[in-house]
């Protein structure tokens, strides 16, 4: 067999004619590039004596979205930060960075501590960025090592120092020093391949393209066949690298400038070329041999991040690791709050005497809540539209508005719950740890699956703590005995913290496979897992934060880390979705995403598709300068909102009417459902068909809007339970179909995922009865499922929204087209009271109080009930032009109150329909709700005061706190401690960390 450096012997001509260019001549060494000359001096500025390491973070990533690759976030940091932090724990010294695509964001998310080179041509090459760092004033003269890597990889600090050790090593260090990695067939495709001489001297690296194009198949077939390639990291003084660089060309496949070249240029020379190498056996090799491409590439990534966590933070202690991943992208005054919540926690246990041992491993899961700033609830399974949200948390040191969780292995098979907050406490804080309604079997393999199992279990345990079933409720209203108070009734509890985290563990016992699965058995399984101990702090408010989300979070980050199960976050975010379900929530994984991996003080708009890795779509800012969101209270959704629903909802399953619960069920099923129907293939979502439209200018294009109708006009406007179930029904064949060929399933798995499916769809809710406004103003009854009207409902959603995030002038507007999606009643603002009126208690509503108050008011100003089905007839929908379906009348997610309806017309008669408008919160029905004020026209306080006088005071209620004043947090993180008794260590220095936090309190994140 000839040797490979016998076969090449020069470069492949190209197919294409291009203008070949020297380097040195192509780019222009200036000052003008360098974005930030301040940090010039940072760690000691550059010297010949100290390392400096380039970066090159340019390109764009065109598969990514909108942000930078090297921004995407790996553990909740940017992916280029990995690298960045582990290089300056070998070496506090200067980084520069090469910056294009979309700079600025670069430059926001990767930290100003670093010295960013502007590039003219993010499309040239390695070489080009690299020759560009010459314009740092000085580089050239201080002549430093240049530590050369690449955005989108992570490097260890073990490798930095074992790349600058051999490149110094012996009497004279080397003129170039690089990384490469062993590969096998066929993982060594794409690598440039390092040719080596007959004495294993290093030649040259190609580049797989260049090899493509190698005309002798016999070459070409050695060239592939090579296991060694180059892993871009490299080590080579900045005099060396300049004149290395200045006469390449881009004579090649890919017509850019290669870094690699300058491999071929020191051969050349005589230059002594060191290399390290990493194969499959060193615990690094598959971290530095990670390739991202693809968004599912960062999936992959975070596992191998947390499974290679002990490599990036060698040397470190385990509590220095800990308080530097807490601190990571996350607001100090923040971290001052979690380091008093964590030594609440310590004195809790010690008080409390909890029984966590001293010497043995504790772990921390951290969650704040979240944000949704617009699009209410287009996250739904199978339509997986966007929301524009961010993650929030305390802002101020003495705050509270994240979950902290510390946990602990028991030995004694029982689950120990214990919360910081009385209110949150039960009477037993012990339950055992190994009943069977704790395991899913095998047969529990997704949300539909899991859905009812862990309503199981959370009934199961709620029993169990004393609470009383439905079916207690109602033997003891046939006998007329008096009824316990809801706050004790098992279908208003379900979200309890012993329900939240029973199934947070339990969803993640449904992994069995690979090596995660393997890991979690091993520690979860039914054969393994002896109990925990947990206590928890934190008081996020209830009511349209994701207070529920941020618990189920934490626990699972707090496992996760406790047993170093290496779940990566799009897979946290899925099971903590899926464990949610268990709870009766039937919603997307928005919220847990964005608690999650959101970023503080950025309003992203996230995908709630699993399919995209939750990513971000994009950042816009919100128009803070003019519009003051507020959020006031009104009742508890899942206790007292039927009171105050004008009959809209029920307190307890009955004929006819649907609780918020069923509600919310039924509705969340919608799209599902739809997609179904439509036979909508698998691979695909109802988003998804209209996503890059609304994304480029925020306006449907015809052509979208007579897609959206057509499928409309696929959908009964009004259909039965049992009629939709045989419905569904005749599409089983095609839904099989669809499993066997698109998600690879064999027929029996596809069977039984098929009956899981249409078994689930149709579950958890009943026929609703509900009342509309018809056009001649007749109120219709009717029973059913507006299936129309809840899909109608999501499309115009996301178009309403889009055009509020680019006409943010439209504001107000846009807000109250969007509320109309929520309404229960109609009420015309003109027909009120003045506003002065309204702050005094009139003649005629003396003599009632509370929901009877609310009830008069409704119909002495002649409300009516909304009429979800208008203009969604087939004639109106099948009008040429298709209508706009951001001004659609109709459409309904029955998730509004008629008490918010009231205040959203009290608002805009006191006020002026274009100053403010009104928003449900989240998942709505209740709790607290938004309020958008136009500055400009109204002070924000003159709206406060009036909601105090002739809203609260008015009916009655008395919210502690008046109004949820919200501020940016970081993600969610969880991490370990080898010792219960290190916990101390850990609050002392995350008080260093956070020492500069002074005490007046920030202002709002959205005001």
Known sequence: MLCPHVV????????????????????????????????????????????????LAAGKGTRFGQAPKCIQPVRGVPLARHSIDAFRRFSLAPVICLVGYRHEEAVAALGPDIIYVRSDNPTGGTAYAAYEAFSVPGLLEADPLLILTMGDRIVTPTVFRRLVETHQAG????????????????????????????????????????IDEVADPIARRLLNELLEGNCPLYAIRAATLYQSLRNLTNDNAQQQYYLTDIVEVISRKGGDIRTITTTVADPEYDLLCADVTRPMDLALLESLVVSAGHLLYAGQTDVEEAAQRIVADRPLAQVAAIARQIEELIDTVHRERLGFKPDQPVALGIAGGRVRIAFMHPDMSRFFGPAWQMPIGAGHPAGQEQIVLLVQSADDHQIHLFPTNP?????????????????????????????????RLAEHLLLSLGYFSEEELQQRRARGLPLPPPALWVSTNMRRPF?????????????????????????LGRDSFRGLRLVSTGNIPQGGFSSSSAVTVATKNAINALYDLGIPADLLVHLACQAEYGTGVRAGSLDQATIQKGR????????????????????????????????PYSVERDRDAWRWSWGYYAQTPEPGRLTTSEMRKLTGKAAEIAALLVRLPLDTDLFKVIEEDLLEDGALSLESR?????????LPLLITQEQLRQRLEQHRGWYLSQLVELQGLDAQAATRQADATLTSLC??????????????????????????????????????????????????????????GDRCVEIDPSRLPSREEMLQLLPWEGDCAGPERLDRWLERFEAKPFDYQRGLD??????????????????????????????????????????????????????????????????????????RQAFYRRFGLHPDPEFVEVHPGGGAVGVRLNRFDSLGQLVQRLRQLSASVTAPRPEPALG
């Open 600 to 631: 503080p003080g950025q309003a992203t708009l996230i995908s709630s598709n699993p399919r995209d890795n939750y990513r971000t779509l994009k950042t816009y800012p919100v128009p803070t300068d003019r519009i003051e969101m507020i959020f």
């Open 706 to 714: 007579a897609w959206i109708t057509a499928v409309l006009r696929q």
């Open 874 to 947: 087939d004639s109106a929908l099948g009008a040429d032009p298709p209508p706009d379906i951001a001004r659609l009348e109709g459409g309904n997610f029955f998730r509004g109150l008629a008490l918010i309806d009231l205040a959203e017309a009290m608002l805009k008669r006191a006020f002026g329909s274009d100053a403010v408008a009104v928003r449900i919160n989240a998942a709505g029905q209740g709790d607290f709700f938004q309020v958008h004020i136009d500055k400009q026209k109204v002070e924000p306080e003159a709206v406060k005061e009036f909601i």
């Open 763 to 820: 579950s958890g809710w009943r026929d609703p009865v509900l009342r509309r406004a018809a056009a001649d103003g007749a109120i219709v009854q009717e029973q059913g499922v507006p299936l129309r009207a809840i899909v109608a409902y999501l499309f115009a959603e996301v178009a309403r929204n889009f055009r509020l995030i680019h006409h943010p002038e439209q504001w107000i507007t846009w807000v109250s087209w969007s509320q109309r």
């Open 499 to 523: 329900s939240l985290v029973s199934n947070a563990i339990a969803s993640m016992r449904t992994l069995r496979k690979g090596r995660l699965g393997a890991q979690v058995q091993a520690h």
């Open 8 to 55: 090449f012997m020069a470069r492949p001509s190209k197919t294409s004619k291009t203008i070949v260019g020297k380097l040195g001549a192509a780019v222009e060494l200036s000052a003008v590039k360098l974005l930030n000359a301040e940090a010039l001096s940072l760690y000691g500025g550059i010297s010949p004596e100290v390392p400096v390491l380039v970066l």
């Open 423 to 455: 209110k949150y406490r039960e009477t037993i804080n012990v339950l055992p740890a190994d009943g069977a309604e704790m395991y899913p079997g095998e047969e529990i393999t997704d949300w539909h699956t899991y859905e009812e199992f862990g309503t």
């Open 171 to 210: 009497p004279r260090e080397a003129d170039l020093t690089f990384l490469t990695a062993i590969s096998e067939p066929p993982k060594n495709r794409g690598k440039g391949r390092v040719l080596r001489g007959a004495q294993q001297q290093v030649l040259r690296i190609v580049e797989q393209r260049d």
